[in-house]
């Protein structure tokens, strides 16, 4: 499901909240630039908080680093006019793709009724309708579908609206099942969805850390992978070891079935993105 013959290799971070924080993105910034990634997401809070973080890493990241940035965007809880002025600001940056994404509701709000753009779909649409096709819109995927969806046809209409809104392609949620990929790429071409869908990877550094990430998210983590990193107990140097084989071999079949990239996400962290990325040799081709 590619466009083209180009492959996509990226990685996310997300903003700082504190001085110790701030060093640690740096470092991570100053590292994995020199991977040469298609470009650097920037993620959010939850309900679209800590937006002006992701706008002051975003600023630096394209005044400093020599890499493309794409901040994420979320409707719940903002308004078009907010959007707006938003969307414009990161024009002037020179941002030319954005992460399109609905947002997890923040606390105090049961739907999304309030809301003046109820769904990622909505938000493409708007995005479109205020800046033509300036942005590159990335949207999100979800192979093993989305916590909230009613059903797994029902999160596949979703997906298709917001392909139909004028998105370009998607980022998967991390997953470690291959075949749930595959099967989600299948019945996306059934249904005529032709945009890329790039799959997310999550590194496992930690498996508590991870345990607690995948049950808030709905990422499945099969069992025989739980069942081995809590065999592991506290061996943290087991547990990264065997998380990258885990990771790795997954990547290299996502890419041999012909995955149109990979984006990373980072944690914010060099070495366990920078090691796979390396061990897989990936060169950019954009």
């Keep these: 499901m590619t466009d083209n013959n180009k492959t996509t ?18 470092v991570a910034r100053a590292d994995l630039k020199l991977l040469n990634p298609a470009y650097v997401s920037v993620t959010f809070g939850a ?31 903002t308004d078009r006019e907010t959007l707006a002025r938003m969307l414009g600001e990161y024009r002037e940056l020179g941002v030319k793709r954005l992460v399109a994404l609905r947002g997890d509701l923040p606390s105090g709000y049961g739907t999304t009724e309030a809301a003046e753009l109820r769904y990622a ?21 979800y192979p093993e579908f989305h916590p909230q969806a009613r059903s797994a046809q029902d999160d596949l209409e979703n997906f298709k609206r917001k392909a139909e809104a004028g998105a370009d392609s ?7 099942n291959p075949d749930a990929y595959f099967r989600f790429i299948d019945s996306c071409t059934a249904m005529g969805i032709d945009i890329p869908v790039v799959p997310g990877i999550m590194p496992i550094t930690n498996y508590k850390q991870l345990a607690r990430f995948s049950d808030a998210c709905g990422a499945e983590i099969p069992r025989w992978i739980r069942k081995r990193l809590e065999g592991y107990g506290d061996d943290l140097t087991s547990i990264r070891d065997f998380g990258f084989d885990v990771v790795f071999t997954m990547c ?11 984006h990373f996400y980072s944690m914010n962290r060099t070495e366990p993105t920078r090691g796979l990325w390396k061990a897989l040799n990936l060169g950019q081709q954009i």
């Design 121 to 141: 779909s909505d938000l493409v649409a708007f995005i479109r309708e205020q800046t033509g096709d300036w942005f590159k819109i990335e949207v999100a995927a």
């Design 170 to 176: 998607a980022i998967t949620q991390y997953f470690f």
């Design 47 to 77: 309900g679209g908080s800590t937006q002006d973080g992701t706008y002051a890493t975003i600023k630096s990241i394209m005044e400093n680093d020599g890499v493309d940035a794409a901040p994420h965007i979320s409707c719940i809880s």
């Design 9 to 26: 290799f990226s990685l996310e971070y997300f903003p700082p909240r504190s001085a110790k924080g701030e060093e640690g993105l740096a």
């Design 252 to 262: 290299e079949r996502l890419l041999d079935a012909g995955a149109p990239g990979l």
